[in-house]
């Protein structure tokens, strides 16, 4: 038999809480069209009210758990974040017998792993579409559009606060802390801004994405991390003269050697898509063997952008519900029996080519010295840029673009680049990808 109604719990009402709330009432008839049911938040769980959310004569509790004790609740909707009290609220419903929707990006990188394996022992589904860029349907699109396919690779825009930093720097010359604490004034960066600048909140993104793409496990001490604190609007100046720009990217890609997994600034062609998603927005680039190259685009964060995915998987709960659970399409898009024990490859074995920036006395048989270490090491440069020297100064900058270099040897190079009297202070370095398999 059909459920006429399906009766919704949502723990937390801050922005995504109260845009879900919202979202739900205002479109409630196509929702329930498209869901085969009417679905109906019956209980909400908050420690305070939200004045943007009009929660009427729906049942309101102080106590988060009391959503969870709720028999009438057939679906629970965590959107309180953290992973301490999420975590509890998630294990406590899914004993419960109750399916769960989560916006909650670190809760699933980081314990998805046992989180589904007990879901699945429940007989009842966890929905994450939520948890990497917003209103972005990339979960959808890994597990059920793109099935079909051998995913070769991914590199995704999947921070709002970092591109929105990058924009600003390309645009109008600012330093990097100076933009930062205007994002933190606009709303777009907490004021610990750790996990956004220094690219866990990537991170967490990254390895949910690889694991829809490769049907491996979360894995996420294994990402590769590094921020963008260090760059500077030269490196962004520099970049452009070469014919590209900066972008803070999550990579995921298959090569024979295992999977690679990071998150680092990454110079890319400007005539890209990527290379142009500018702002607060999220882009996901997925190759895949049979479509080719796909992008997604879109709001990756904000109150109803977000709620739009969480909305969405609702209806696809409500859809099983009505159905049966024989239609469900695992979590991450395969078997649990069929997720691969892969290796990561370390980054000493990553081959990429690479931009870097030094200072250096200008002299003759400078470069020529430099240009043996990189020889020495394999490696061949594809272009230079030396600027002039400013006025009364004896050392330039320097920028050099080379081509595919293995991380190890590139370590090496710049190791007795930076030995040298004629460097002055350490080597900037950032990886390229040119984006075209």
Sequence with gaps: MSAQVVKVGICGLGTVGGGTFNVLARNAAEIAARAGAAIEVVHVGARRDNPACDTGSTRVS??????????????????????TVAK???????????????????????????????????????RYEAAVAGGIPIIKALREGLAGNRIEWLAG???????????????????????????QALGYAEADPTFDVEGIDAAHKLVILASLAFGMPLQFSAVYTEGITELTPQDVEYAEELGYRIKHLGIAKQTGGGI???????????????????????????????VGPTLYYGAGAGAEPTASAVVADIVDLARELSAGQQCRVPALGFASEKLRDVRIVPMTEV???????????????????????????????????????????????????????????????????????????????????????
């Design 157 to 183: 825009i999947i921070n709002g606060t970092g591109n929105f930093i990058l924009s600003e720097m390309r645009d109008k010359g600012r330093e990097f802390d100076d933009v930062l604490a205007e994002a």
């Design 260 to 290: 690679e997994l990071r998150v680092h600034p990454t110079l890319i062609p400007e005539k890209r898509l990527l290379a142009n998603v500018n702002g607060v927005k999220n882009a996901v680039l997925v190759e895949g063997d049979a």
């Design 88 to 126: 509890e609220v998630v294990e406590k419903a899914l004993a419960a017998g109750k399916h769960v929707v989560t916006a909650n990006k670190a809760l699933i990188a980081e314990f998805g792993n046992e989180l589904f394996a007990q879901a699945e022992q429940c007989g009842v589904t966890i």
């Design 351 to 437: 081959v990429t080519p690479w931009y870097l920036r030094m200072v250096a006395e200008d002299r003759p048989g400078v470069l020529s010295r430099i240009a043996t270490i990189f020889s020495d090491q394999g490696i061949s440069i594809e272009a230079l840029i030396q600027k002039a020297p400013a006025e009364g100064e004896d050392r330039v900058p320097l920028i050099v673009l080379t081509n595919r270099a293995v991380q190890g040897s590139m370590d090496q190079a710049v190791a007795a680049i930076e030995a040298l009297d004629s460097i002055s202070g350490e080597v900037a370095r950032i990886r390229v990808e040119p984006l075209d398999g």
């Design 62 to 83: 102080r106590d988060i758990f009391a959503v969870i004790d709720d028999p009438e609740v057939q679906i629970l909707v965590e959107l309180i974040g953290g992973t």
